[in-house]
Nanobody, 114 residues
């Protein structure tokens, strides 16, 4: 069992930056993979980035070079640093972990204006 709470979303202009945080209610040390997904209006949910305990990362092609995922197990938190934001990045962003089953955060809205 784990509760995930995202924060850090908001409204920014194109080219701006945001850092999303996902705080877990339990230790994340034993969680192999933590991930960020997003869902844009009228689109299916897509994987944005994921990170393993060993620090291996994967990114959606569209965000490579602009987004960075990281984790701090001492704080039970995973982050998504988003730079050079584009209007196409507008979406609700969700934190996700898999334990006995999958767990999702409530989502945080990111809106990028031009």
């Amino acid at each position: 069992q784990v509760t995930l709470v995202e924060s850090g979303g908001g409204l920014v202009q194109a080219g701006g930056s945001l850092r999303l945080s996902c705080a877990a209610s339990r230790s994340t040390f034993s969680i192999n993979t933590m991930a960020w997904y997003r869902r844009a209006p009228g689109e299916q949910r897509e994987l944005v980035a994921r990170i393993t305990r060993g620090g291996n990362t994967d990114y959606l092609d569209f965000v490579k070079g602009r987004f960075t995922i990281s984790r701090d197990n001492a704080k039970n938190t995973v982050y998504l640093q988003m730079n050079s934001l584009k209007p196409e990045d507008t979406a609700v962003y969700y934190c996700y972990v898999a334990l006995d089953t999958g767990y999702w955060g409530q989502g945080t809205q990111v809106t990028v204006s031009s």
